[in-house]
Nanobody
Framework: QVQVVESGGGSVQAGGSLRLSCTAS????????MGWFRQAPGKEREAVSC????????YYADSVKGRFTTSTDNANNTLYLQMNSLKSEDTATYYC??????????????WGQGTQVTVSS
C-alpha cells in the first residue's frame, strides 16, 4: 500500500522560513517524480516543485524560484521543501505527491493529506 505523508506546515510571518517534509512508502521511489502542489482558497491547485529521485531534474514554479528548494533524502525516502522569504501569497494547503516519471498532477497520482502553510504580513 502506497502512502505519502507530509509534515511541517504552520504559521509564520512574512519573510520567515518553513521546511516541509514528505515520506513515501510502498513504492519504488526511483520510478517516480515527487513534488509539491498547493491550493489556496478559491484558487486552482498549482504545481510548486518537482524532482526526480536522482535529483538531476527539477522544476520550480516561477513564483517560488530563488526562494524554495526541493531536496531528497534517498536513504529515508523523504522529500523536503525548504521555503524561505515567505510571502502572504504563499499561504495555501501544500500537498506532497508521487507520480510515475514526473509530477503531472493527475488525480491517480499518490497524494498526501495536505499541510497548511499560513504566512501573515
Amino acid at each position: 500500500q502506497v502512502q505519502v505523508v507530509e509534515s511541517g506546515g504552520g504559521s509564520v510571518q512574512a519573510g520567515g522560513s518553513l521546511r516541509l517534509s514528505c515520506t513515501a512508502s510502498g513504492l519504488t521511489v526511483g520510478d517516480y517524480g515527487m513534488g509539491w502542489f498547493r491550493q489556496a482558497p478559491g484558487k486552482e491547485r498549482e504545481a510548486v516543485s518537482c524532482i526526480t529521485w536522482s535529483g538531476y531534474v527539477s522544476y520550480y514554479a516561477d513564483s517560488v524560484k530563488g526562494r524554495f528548494t526541493t531536496s531528497t533524502d534517498n536513504a529515508n525516502n523523504t522529500l523536503y521543501l525548504q521555503m524561505n522569504s515567505l510571502k502572504s501569497e504563499d499561504t495555501a494547503t501544500y500537498y506532497c505527491m508521487a507520480e510515475r516519471s514526473w509530477c503531472y498532477g493527475r488525480d491517480d497520482a499518490y497524494w498526501g493529506q495536505g499541510t497548511q502553510v499560513t504566512v501573515s504580513s
